[in-house]
């Protein structure tokens, strides 16, 4: 068994070193236990830092593309090498890898196909009030949309087998983590979540830039969430308000003519039709997006046997 631990780097020159010195070399369960270093654009010294301090594997990637296409980058790499669990972790050194074992009893264990290290939000302190409150919106998001119970669905600290793996896509270029989960529990993956610890704040965090820019990225991910997981129930909750408020508008200019004779309200009938027309487009369209998420789910299929025929090929 290979276990491969990923961290996806952008200018970690700083902190990397930290990081590497605290990851484990061997583990119970494993034969070997290797390190992959996602070069995501670095302007920095951050290769010769991963180098010099024991990487085995270095991905460069050409120019910065975000933390997603970075772990996926690191996805398909430790595939190709022959990875049958990987574990993904910060550079920050956020994370205690002392508790990487406890994401990997339940994989070695048969009982989980992903493992995500659930943080004790409420207790760090450099986590501000606004940032806690979404932290916990967004694993309430998740767990309605992919009925995963994960308590800390944003947490980058997380194991998964093989077969997991090459089950997942991301189409997020903010973040992978919410994405993720959501994929794993509509493909029926065994998901859960282990308490793990959090080490000292190195450096900020470079997800939240501001606090207008984090609550702009967090709802534009949740809105997409909806929109590529849940698309008919997004597109026809739309579509049912719209049509029933159009609907009352229209009830209420029959009402109007019916009990006053006097003329006009005519902008009540202008604006029930309008109204009416929208919310019957938008529930259309709810049924259109649903025919293209089965599409996109079978073409995840195909994808998937074909990334499986491909690395047992290269494995053989």
């Known amino acids: 068994m290979k276990l491969i631990i990923q961290i996806p780097c952008f200018n970690e020159a700083n902190t990397l070193a930290v990081t590497l010195d605290e990851l484990p070399r061997t583990l119970a369960g494993f034969d070997s236990v290797e390190w992959l270093i996602i070069d ?38 430790c595939l190709k090498l022959g990875a049958d669990v990987i574990v993904n972790t910060d550079a920050d050194n956020q994370y205690n890898a002392g508790n990487i074992p406890d994401l990997l009893k339940p994989i070695l264990e048969k009982r989980a196909d992903i493992v995500v290290g659930a943080r004790p939000i409420k207790d760090i302190e450099h986590f501000s009030p606004l940032k806690k409150i979404l932290q916990a919106f967004g694993s309430w998001v998740v767990r309605v949309v992919s009925g995963a119970n994960i308590d800390d669905a944003p947490s980058g600290f997380r194991a998964m087998t093989r077969d997991a793996a090459m089950r997942l896509n991301v189409f997020n270029t903010y973040t992978y983590t919410l994405e993720t989960i959501i994929q794993a529990g509509q493909k029926n993956m065994s998901i859960m979540a282990v308490p793990i610890q959090v080490n000292g704040d190195l450096r900020p965090s470079r997800l939240m830039k501001g606090i207008p820019s984090y609550i702009k990225n967090s709802i534009s991910t949740i809105v997409r969430i909806f929109v590529v997981y849940r698309p008919f129930r997004f597109f026809m909750s739309i579509g049912l308000f719209l049509f029933a408020i159009g609907l009352l508008l229209g009830i209420r200019f029959l009402a109007l003519m019916y009990f006053d004779s006097s003329s006009g309200h005519v902008q009540s009938l202008i604006l029930a039709s309008i109204l009416l027309g929208m919310g019957f487009q938008t529930m259309i369209i709810a049924f259109v997006a649903d025919l293209l998420s089965v599409n996109r789910k079978l073409l995840e299929d195909v994808q998937y046997r074909i990334r499986k025929l491909d690395l047992d090929r290269k494995k053989d």
């Open 40 to 77: 995501d654009g670095c302007t920095d010294n951050t290769v010769e830092v991963a180098k010099a301090n024991g990487a085995d594997h270095i991905v460069s990637l050409t120019k910065n593309q975000g933390l997603a296409k970075g772990f996926m980058a690191g996805l398909d790499a």
